[in-house]
């Protein structure tokens, strides 16, 4: 139940139906004054106003048509994804649409029947469906599917297609009997047909002119998101490269403090080679854990914040709060180098938000909780929208003028740690983003 009240596709649906039910009762005095008309034109000879009724008719048809269509194809579509059931999406359209069109007779005067127009109309919207792949959103079916009902209603103004169950509606009915008694029935048929092929041709040229367009965007993204995976990769090897390189020098500086160390046992050298020791095997860890992945050392969360705060902010002038909420001297077993890249990714990104706000601010945020704690990044910047939270963890995805990597790679060392990463933005208020990780007990 609570995922049906969280699908967008379902609401949606619903609200396109209810709509497609009140939109007969609001215009129910048109209806009223369009059948009257019709009547009119058995004593009058008039091809003109025959026309325009005609087309006042499809028109009406396809006002109604429209939401009462879109409601069943989103209202299956999502029913499709919450069950997992690819079957609902042909089984609620037979059941709705007829519904609804039971529902529209009771609040208008007028007779509206499911006939083999609708059934015709269903048929091609799921052929199209299936076909599409779920590939167009509802704006791009909005407009196909609203040129095809639109073609498609003209068959209820052919008079020979009645007996097929074509136009069974009261004023298709009314409006076929007057331009056979007027002597308009081919005319009309022509009329109708054209139109429909017109109509009918066009929708479906948009249709696979929007599907090839959407494939094309899709191959698009899928070639670039390659290409960052490609140019990451391989700026990583050269980074490991590199790091793997440190690894000799470190060696050699080992060896000669060694000499020094026997060479000269002077107390105050003694002690400079010691210092000497502790930073080459600090360095060391640091190359280890750059090196791979699950290298992991237990670290107390203040000392974590101190190196952040070292290597982010050390020589600059940018200013960033800090704050430490509950115990600092809490335990994580962490990649610190990861780790600490990860939350300086979200450091730049909060800093180019605010870099053109007034009383811009940035806050790295310590918050231990009973067994976790969470790493957080706050601003006051614009924020971002609904639509971009959505993919803005995706690789190649940025909301800045170049494409980039920072948030997936953010998300990547937080599940990597056996956490994970929320964010809650508001547009004109702010964002925050926090990591959260499991404590450790004791080393």
């Not at 509206?112 to 059934?119: E, V």
């Not at 297609?161 to 009915?173: V, W």
Request: proline share 3%.
């Amino acid at each position: 139940m609570r995922k049906i009240l969280k699908s967008v596709k379902i609401w949606i649906g619903i609200v396109l139906f209810l709509l497609g039910i009140l939109i007969p009762y609001w215009i129910k005095p048109q209806l009223i004054g369009l059948d009257q008309l019709l009547q009119t034109m058995h004593h009058k000879t008039d091809g003109s106003a025959l026309m325009v009724n005609a087309f006042l008719i499809v028109s009406i048809n396809t006002i109604i048509s429209i939401p009462q269509f879109l409601s069943v194809v989103m209202l299956g579509d999502g029913m499709a994804e919450v069950f997992e059931r690819p079957a609902l999406k042909t089984v609620i359209p037979l059941t709705v649409v007829p519904c609804a069109y039971v529902i529209v007779n009771l609040v208008t005067p007028l007779n509206y029947s499911f006939g083999a127009t609708d059934i015709f109309l269903w048929l091609m919207i799921v052929v199209m469906q299936t076909l599409s792949k779920q590939k167009l959103n509802i704006g791009m079916k909005l407009l196909v599917f609203s040129q095809l009902i639109f073609g498609v209603a003209w068959l209820n103004q052919v008079p020979f297609l009645t007996p097929y169950g074509f136009g069974q509606g009261s004023l298709s009915l009314k409006l076929k009997q007057s331009a056979i008694q007027i002597g308009f029935g081919e005319v009309l048929t022509l009329y109708a047909n054209v139109l429909f092929f017109i109509f009918v041709a066009s929708a479906i040229t948009l249709w696979v002119y929007l599907i090839l367009y959407m494939e094309k965007w899709a191959i698009s993204q899928d070639l670039l998101r390659a290409q960052l995976e490609a140019n990451e990769s391989r700026s990583g090897r050269e980074v490991l490269h590199l790091v793997h390189d440190l690894k000799t020098p470190l060696a050699t500086i080992e060896g000669l403090v060694s000499l020094m160390e026997t060479r000269w046992p002077d107390p105050k050298m003694q002690e400079y080679c010691q210092t000497i020791y502790r930073s080459i095997n600090s360095m060391s860890a640091m190359v280890s854990e750059i090196l791979y992945e699950d290298r992991k050392n237990w670290c107390e969360l203040k000392d974590l914040i101190d190196y952040i705060r070292a290597t982010r902010l050390s020589g600059t002038n940018l200013s960033v709060d800090i704050e430490l909420e509950g115990e600092p001297r809490s335990n994580l077993y962490i990649n610190k180098i990861r780790l600490t890249r990860a939350i300086i990714n979200l450091i730049d990104n909060a800093l180019d938000a605010v870099q053109n706000r007034e009383n811009g601010r940035v806050i790295l945020r310590a918050k231990t909780l009973e067994n976790t704690v969470n790493l957080e990044v706050e601003d006051n910047g614009y924020g971002i929208t609904a639509s971009d939270v959505k993919r803005i963890w995706k690789t190649g995805y940025s909301t800045k003028n170049h494409p980039g990597f920072g948030l997936a790679f953010v998300r990547q060392v937080a599940e990597g740690h056996e956490g994970f990463v929320n964010i809650k933005s508001v547009v004109g208020q702010g964002t925050k983003v926090w990591i959260t990780l499991p404590l450790g007990e004791s080393q």
